[in-house]
């Protein structure tokens, strides 16, 4: 056995603890408030563990946008609607039986596929930290693997999104 | 001769002219377009017969023309459908009938049908019939034949039921086209089975010999003891019969009186009612030379139902009904004219000229009693004879062409009814005396019931009128005096130079002792009906009456025969098979379609809970959805 | 995390909370993808940028889908699954 057990690996074995405990905990508590605040720390984690990959920018992009905008966004929908007071009433059993048991099936099924595939890791090892200059290039770049037009496909559909945003929520 | 095309033409376009724009125009002028149409088809039609008759012959026969043939339905190589005008003796001679007789009720009905409604409508349907009637007659083949045949029938059935709001006229229309149109489906068969051997349904192919072998061989082969030819001919006669109202096929003639008086005229006495007597005087060289006993039985059938329904019309009191029986009884006359014949040679084929001399005379005078009554039950408004008596007196001019016409159908010298029916008593007694006797007999029982309507309408009590009867206007009159002179005149045509079996030249010879007996038969039948029913009182009919009361009242009845038809069709055709293909076309057919349809519905109820709007269970659905086909993936790649 | 996140679709009653549980879902594919780049195919970046870009998008559909929310709030006064299961008819 190999006993050469790195860093890397404990940090990664902690963080995946860390998230899996909290996302049953954002699924199975009562109160609203509770549940943002568990998903805040479950994208803390996922931003952990792009940092582990050496994705620095993509942690990044994923406190800002994720942790830093969508839960401010989850906690001020929260508290205009008025659902933090309302009473979660009890599930009845069979729903709660049939969703428990589709999602351990469903589990089970995909933990199956995963470790019984025999992924042949990459042949360099050595893992270079990804630039920026690479990522701005590639980012901006209309050469084949170059993502220019996804780019600005998303900008429209941002400017899609508020126009619709605005749209739907404007006062009658 | 091409113009013979409008003759077709003229009518069909008044018709539709008539039919849909009539109730535009005021009722006069639709009747003075339709008078005048037919007028032109008449005048037309001299001209052909002129014509026609003064070509050459060839052979000493008329040489038979086709001025127009067109090629209508293609079945096969051999058998098409045509349609055409076919120029013979006999269809010149029903050209110059039919539209005589036509155009003389178009004449009539001005004065008779004023002021009722469907002034216009009436028009265009006897347009349609005289159309319907001609085509039939220049028919170039069986299948158009046919054709005009069933077109026959629907006029027949819109003019019957012309008076649409009366129960009993639209039931008459109705028993007319269904029993005609049962015996056409005799017709049919007989063509079809014709057709089959022969392989052509032109006439001018079957005649002239080219189909023999054909004809031949068809006569050879057997079905159940007779030719095969011999069924065909027989299952046409079938439908012949319905059309001519043969026993037991008659019973709608009676009832079709229901109808306004000129359409009886004009359809129930001189021309459809004659298209039976037609269809086989154009196959009788078929039906002499393949199927002589047919021809035999057919003269039976002719026999029996002249004598039948004579009997009938002795009794009964409805005038209209009277002259309906005597129709049928004439035409039953023409029939055994034809069924007598025993070749085509002169002599043999003596009652084919003599049916056909009869059936042109008998369409005069026929038409001229029905025309007159018309104009009687015009002035007393009813049909029943104990409401009229005395009316010599106030219509003298239908008076005397009523006297005429009774006196030609008598068979009294020298009106036409005399010579036209001596040489069917001839050819009859040729054929057997058994035949000819009763033929005489019943020669004898028209005049006496002829006798018996004319006295009682026109001698004898008074009867007690709101006003008295006056004489028709010239619109109906002039038609009576026109058809009188040619019943006075018709008897001396030759008519043998023009028509006769063989197409050669026949003089008519008068048979000194069948003409004597036959004259003194109808003397003393007239003479009988004169002593019963010339005064007010009638004693000798009345215990006559009482004598027999039975025979009378089963002769009034029509014995019975419509009772018989009624059980026929109800208890046996109705309850045994309708009922039975009703219950199944109801439970089985449409219950399989309903149990589809429920079925149907019951299948989507039960997968209606699948769209319930909870957007959970959507999710779960995807996701179950989703495992199985990877689990399915899984085990069987 | 994902079949958390699909549990927590299953069973919770605000729609808040399912979105809540969609984020926990589009966390867990975004890192699968990254995970998938740095160790199979190190050389190429379609893995990092296929989750960049999804982040981007799962934040687009957060603002609409609570856009939504918040409109059926101001309808029903109440944002419970069960309130807006009834279809037109």
């Given amino acids: 056995m190999n006993m050469d057990i790195t860093l890397q690996q404990v940090a990664f074995f902690v963080v995946a603890i ?96 995963v470790l019984t595939h025999n992924f042949v890791p990459a042949a360099s090892g050595e893992t270079q930290e990804l630039g920026m200059k690479t990522i701005g290039h590639a980012l901006m770049g209309s050469d084949k693997y170059q993502y220019l037009l996804p780019f600005e496909a998303i900008s429209v559909l941002l400017l899609a999104c508020i126009i619709g945003g605005l749209v739907i929520a404007r006062k009658r | 001769m091409e113009y013979t095309i409008f003759i077709l033409l003229l009518p069909v376009l008044m018709f539709l002219f008539l039919g849909l724009a009539g109730h535009k125009l005021k009722p006069n002028v639709a009747g003075i377009f339709g008078t005048i149409s037919l007028g032109i088809v008449a005048v037309l039609s001299y001209v052909t017969a002129w014509n026609y008759f003064t070509l050459p012959r060839v052979n000493g026969v008329f040489q038979a023309l086709t001025p127009l043939k067109v090629e209508w339905l293609h079945l096969t190589d051999h058998l098409h459908i045509d349609l055409g005008i076919f120029l013979d003796p006999i269809s010149v001679m029903m050209l110059v009938v039919i539209s005589t007789v036509s155009l003389m009720v178009h004449i009539y009905s001005m004065g008779y049908m004023h002021g009722e409604k469907g002034f216009q409508r009436y028009y265009a349907f006897l347009s349609l019939f005289t159309f319907s009637m001609l085509g039939l007659v220049v028919a170039t083949n069986i299948f158009q034949m046919y054709i005009f045949w069933e077109l026959v029938g629907v006029s027949s059935y819109l003019l019957i039921g012309f008076y649409y709001t009366k129960p009993t006229a639209i039931a008459a229309s ?16 007989g063509i079809l089975i014709l057709s089959f051997f022969t392989k052509t349904f032109d006439f001018t192919e079957l005649m002239n010999g080219t189909a023999e072998p054909l004809l031949r061989s068809a006569a050879g082969q057997s079905f159940l003891g007779g030719s095969v030819l011999a069924w065909g001919l027989g299952l046409m006669f079938m439908g012949g019969a319905g059309k001519s109202a043969m026993f037991p096929l008659h019973i709608w003639l009676p009832d079709a009186m229901e109808g306004p008086t000129p359409v009886s005229a004009l359809i129930h006495a001189a021309t459809m009612v004659v298209a039976g007597v037609y269809l086989v005087a154009r196959m009788f060289p078929l039906y002499i ?143 057997s005396p058994v035949i000819g006797w009763t033929m005489s007999f019943i ?18 009590k008074e009867h007690e009128h709101e006003h008295t009867p006056h004489e028709a206007p010239l619109t109906m009159t002039f038609p009576l005096m026109f058809l009188a002179a040619i019943t006075l005149v018709a008897g001396f045509i030759p008519f043998g130079h023009f028509v006769s079996s063989n197409g050669e030249v026949y003089n008519i010879h008068l048979d000194k002792v069948v ?37 009378h009242t089963a002769a009034s009845h029509r014995f019975y025969i419509d009772e018989v038809w009624m059980f026929v069709t109800h208890k046996i055709i109705f309850r045994c098979i309708s009922t039975p293909i009703a219950w199944f076309d109801r439970h089985v057919v449409d219950g399989f379609m309903n149990f589809l349809a429920w079925s149907a519905q019951e299948a989507s109820f039960s997968i209606r809970g699948f769209q319930s709007g909870r957007v959970q269970q959507y999710a779960y659905v995807f996701l179950v959805g989703a495992l199985v086909i990877i689990v399915g993936l899984l085990l069987f790649i | 995390m994902m079949f958390a996140g699909i549990f927590g679709f299953f069973t919770r009653k605000n729609t808040l909370a399912m979105l809540i549980s969609l984020e926990l879902i589009l966390n867990a594919s975004d890192i699968n993808f990254a995970v998938f780049n740095r160790y199979l195919f190190p050389a190429q970046l379609e893995g990092h940028f296929f989750t960049l870009f999804a982040i981007a998008i799962a934040a687009a559909e957060t603002a609409v889908g609570i856009a939504i929310i918040i409109n059926i709030y101001r309808n029903v006064r109440g944002i419970q699954v069960k309130d807006i299961e009834e279809m037109k008819h």
């Avoid at chain 2, 109705?174 to 068969?189: E, P, S, Y």
């Avoid at chain 2, 005064?535 to 009361?549: C, N, S, T, V, Y």
């Fill in chain 1, 18 to 113: 860390f998230i899996t405990i909290f996302s049953v905990l954002t699924v199975t508590t009562s109160k609203i408030l509770r549940s943002a605040t568990y998903l805040l720390f479950v994208l803390f984690g996922t931003a952990a563990i792009y940092f582990l990959l050496d994705y620095t920018f993509l942690g990044a992009v994923q406190l800002m946008v994720y942790a830093g905008g969508i839960i401010v966004l989850y906690v001020f929908s929260i508290l205009l609607t008025n659902s933090d007071q309302s009473m979660n009433k009890k599930l009845n059993k069979g729903k709660l039986v049939a969703s428990i048991i589709s999602a351990l099936a469903g589990a089970a099924i995909v933990l199956f596929i």
């Fill in chain 2, 174 to 189: 109705k028993k007319a086209f269904i029993v005609t149109r049962f015996a056409d489906l005799g017709f049919l068969i």
């Fill in chain 2, 289 to 431: 030379d393949y199927a002589p006993q047919v021809l035999a039985g057919i003269a039976y059938i002719g026999a029996f139902t002249a004598l039948f329904s004579a009997t009938i019309a002795c009794v009964q009191t409805d005038i209209k009904r009277v002259l309906a029986f005597s129709t049928i009884s004439q035409i039953g006359f023409m029939i055994v004219a034809l069924g007598v014949c025993l070749g085509k040679g002169e002599h043999e084929g003596l009652g084919y000229m003599a049916s056909m001399f009869h059936l042109f005379t008998h369409a005069m005078f026929k038409a001229l009693l029905f025309l007159g009554a018309g104009s009687i039950i015009h002035a007393v408004h009813s049909n029943e004879m104990d409401h009229m008596g005395g009316l010599r007196k106030y219509m003298p001019i239908t008076h005397i062409t009523f006297l005429i016409a009774c006196l030609a159908i008598s068979g009294i010298p020298p009106f036409s009814g005399f010579f036209s029916k001596d040489e069917i008593l001839s050819a009859a007694f040729e054929f």
């Fill in chain 2, 443 to 460: 020669a004898g029982l028209t005049a006496f019931y002829m006798f018996r309507l004319y006295y009682n309408i026109f001698w004898g």
């Fill in chain 2, 515 to 551: 003409a004597t007996v036959s004259v003194c038969i109808a003397v003393c039948s007239i003479a009988l009906a004169t002593i019963f029913y010339r005064k007010a009182e009638q004693p000798i009919p009345d215990m006559l009456g009482k004598k027999f009361r039975k025979l």
